[in-house]
């Protein structure tokens, strides 16, 4: 069992930038993949980044490439999102997921975050 706990979000003008966090516990972070997704109002759970467990690998939607930069602190037990260059359509629930493998299908991870709002006005 994972139990993970996102933070981080918050209100901020385009442009800016917000670092969302996910702190887990239970099992390290070394047998899983992370990944962070998003949700904004009427739309579907959209896939943002991944990074395996050592952090070698690092995977990026195409909306957030080059704004967005996934890092991983095993000491911790913690995944970061540093998120610059925000827009407004950048608005929507984050949440935090961990899975056996690499996959943007949502239904594929198995463990989940309560989520962390991020608005961004324009």
């Known amino acids: 069992q994972v139990h993970l706990v996102e933070s981080g979000g918050g209100l901020v003008q385009a442009g800016g930038s917000l670092r969302l966090s996910c702190a887990a516990s239970?099992?390290?972070?070394?047998?899983?993949?992370m990944s962070w997704f998003r949700q904004a109002p009427g739309k579907e759970r959209e896939f943002v980044s991944a990074i395996s467990g050592n952090g070698r690998s690092r995977y990026y939607g195409d909306s957030v490439t080059g704004r967005f930069t996934i890092t991983i602190d095993n000491a911790k037990n913690t995944v970061y999102l540093q998120m610059d260059s925000l827009k407004a359509e950048d608005t929507a629930v984050y949440y935090c997921?961990?899975?056996?493998?690499?996959?943007?299908?949502?239904?594929?991870?198995?463990?989940w975050g309560q989520g962390t709002q991020v608005t961004v006005s324009s």
């Open positions: 997921a961990a899975g056996d493998y690499y996959t943007t299908r949502s239904s594929h991870y198995t463990y």
């Open positions: 239970g099992r390290t972070f070394a047998s899983y993949v």
